[in-house]
């Protein structure tokens, strides 16, 4: 397999030790590579805006939170690229600020190499694995949901919640396991402008701010189950 259709994946970390041992955990497979590993900072966005991975492995720890800053940045300026965020000691707020920031999978550093082997490419296909740090979590899910209330401070009267058409539920389990819009589009044969207007429509029914949220309350509400 050549370099060019291979995984391309950028380490982002302070610590040189892992940024060596994400490196050697990868070296083994034939559809992953490297393409560049650096310190957190301004930096890297230029680094990426040059050769844009596939997925970026991001390092949470170090003292402040400009991992989780770096990690929106990054998704703003190249929505295609998977942020993939790791952290020696994981919990709920970080996990809601995560997702806040657009990262498609929030990992322990204790995970092993075929598990970071294996999310990547799941990220590669364009999944959002972080959904199963909710949805496998009832807790989780209910923490998530309180901080993303909490963060758009509404009354009773907007928390109204309008039924959803059955189409609309279908796309929302489709969103529920990680599908991207081209992909739905592709599953229910349909346009990828159709699934956004319908995006858009779900949004504003659960009252919810992004598609992560929209899962969360479609859950707590009952509309849609996670098998």
């Known amino acids: 397999m050549n370099n060019n259709s291979k995984i391309q994946v950028f380490v982002i ?33 230029k680094i990426i805006d040059n050769l844009p991975p596939d997925v970026a492995l991001l390092d949470l720890d170090g003292p402040s939170d400009s ?14 690229i998977g942020v993939i965020v790791l952290t020696s000691n994981p919990d709920d707020n970080q996990l ?87 992909q739905i589009a592709a599953e229910l044969g349909i346009s990828e402008q159709t699934i956004k207007n319908h995006v858009t429509s779900i949004l504003r029914k659960l009252n919810a701010n992004v598609r992560t949220e929209a899962v969360v309350v479609a859950i707590k509400q009952g509309l849609i189950s996670i098998d």
């Open 96 to 182: 809601f600020l995560a997702l806040k920031a657009q990262a498609v999978a929030y990992l322990s550093k204790e995970i092993t190499a075929e598990q970071l082997t294996d999310i990547i490419r799941r990220v590669g296909k364009g999944e959002h694995p972080i959904n199963e740090s909710f949805t496998t979590r009832p807790k989780v899910a209910e923490h998530v949901l309180q901080q993303f209330q909490e963060l758009s401070a509404r009354s009773e009267a907007e928390a109204f919640i309008s039924p959803l058409t059955p189409r609309e539920i279908e796309i929302l389990r489709y969103i529920a396991q990680g599908y991207l819009n081209k």
């Open 67 to 80: 991992g989780l800053d770096l990690a929106r940045k990054i998704k703003q300026r190249s929505p295609n």
């Open 13 to 45: 970390s302070q610590q040189s030790l892992f940024q060596q041992a994400v490196e050697h955990a990868l070296s083994e497979t034939e559809d992953i590579a490297i393409s560049g590993a650096t310190e957190v900072s301004d930096e890297v966005l």
